[in-house]
């Protein structure tokens, strides 16, 4: 049996604000938006191989192997680096998909850290970031794994320090549609562009928020039960939506009491991520 490295982690974002500012000629939307992590996410164990193949298991239910990002970021890293290197890779999956939590993104950034890492590939964070980006929008903030504010359509990082609190994340259980909601005629698209949103916190919103739980009964109604008991977001464009304590007790406490239908978890908020710090150990 080859031997792994094992418990790299693939945290969970949450956009604690997402300010839309304006829509471009190509349909894409100019954004202002707060990227923080939590100390939960999915795990990935690599074993390194000398025959060239990607292989990845489980599979994840409802992507194909070739389409998973895990794969494709494996993939880029060998087109990129020639490196004749292979890798055997588990993953541990327990982030919801198409929840607004980036776990696809994260598990792709994971991989390219990891294996950049463990193939000694010495490529810098910045050439890791720019190949992450090929992958998705979300990609080079993991990459980074520093708490940042993004601009431009998102694509423009600049790391901030926010306070680190509680978090409730709740999963109304089911796929919001991004598209979808960047498409919506009555999405606001007209906020103003602030020159350090982070400053502002009274002003953090979700301006995806109010289209989406018109479209999307879930989500109105576990918003409408988490704000009883914390301030009360929307990440991304949805579906999941995380309610801000001060303490771990009082999450906890909202966490036991959440309606059977859902799925949550309570973290910390991280504005270094747990995979920076993994970086770091043999
Ligand atoms: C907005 C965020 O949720 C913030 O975390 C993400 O950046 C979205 O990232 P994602 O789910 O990977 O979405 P992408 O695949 O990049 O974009 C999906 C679709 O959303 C719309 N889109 C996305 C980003 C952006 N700045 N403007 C847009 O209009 C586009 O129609 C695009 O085709
Ligand atoms: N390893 C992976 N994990 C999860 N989804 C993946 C993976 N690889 C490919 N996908 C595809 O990516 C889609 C989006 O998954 P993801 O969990 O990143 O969504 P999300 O949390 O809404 O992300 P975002 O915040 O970027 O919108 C999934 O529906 C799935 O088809």
Redesign the pocket.
């Known amino acids: 049996m080859p031997e792994f490295s094992r418990n790299w982690p693939a945290p969970a ?1 949450l ?1 604690l604000f ?1 300010h839309i500012n304006g ?1 471009r000629e190509d ?5 202002q ?1 707060l ?1 923080q992590f939590v100390d939960h996410g999915d795990l990935l164990h690599f074993a390194i191989t000398d025959d060239g193949h990607i292989s990845l298991t489980p599979e994840v239910e409802g992507v194909n192997h070739d389409d998973n990002l895990i794969v494709r970021a494996a993939k880029l890293l060998q087109q990129h680096s020639g490196t004749h290197q292979g890798a055997l890779i588990e993953l541990k999956k327990q982030l919801p998909m198409g929840g ?1 939590l ?1 776990g696809g ?1 994260s598990d792709a950034a994971t991989t390219l850290v990891a294996l950049n890492q463990l193939w000694q590939l010495n490529l810098s964070v910045d050439t890791l970031a720019e190949l992450g980006l090929s992958l ?3 990609v080079p903030v993991f990459v980074r794994g520093l708490a940042s504010v993004a601009d431009g ?2 694509e423009k990082l600049r790391p901030v320090e926010v306070e680190e609190p509680w978090y409730l994340v709740v999963a109304p259980g089911i796929e919001v549609s ?2 979808e909601i ?2 919506a005629p009555d999405l606001i698209r007209d906020s103003a562009k602030l020159a350090q949103p982070e400053f502002h916190q009274t002003q953090w919103r979700n301006d995806c928020v109010g289209a989406v739980i018109k479209r999307y009964g879930q989500v109105a109604n576990a918003l409408a039960w988490l704000i009883e008991y914390a301030p009360s977001q929307m990440t ?2 949805g579906s999941c939506i995380f309610g801000t304590f001060t303490n771990q007790e009082d999450a906890q406490y909202a966490l036991a009491e959440l309606p059977s239908e859902w799925q949550g978890f309570v973290a910390r908020g991280r504005n270094r991520s747990p995979l920076l710090d993994r970086t770091l150990q043999p």
């Open positions: 974002k956009n997402l829509r349909g894409f939307h100019e954004l938006s990227f607004g980036g993104s998705g929008a979300d359509v998102g991004t598209a960047f498409g991304g464009t």
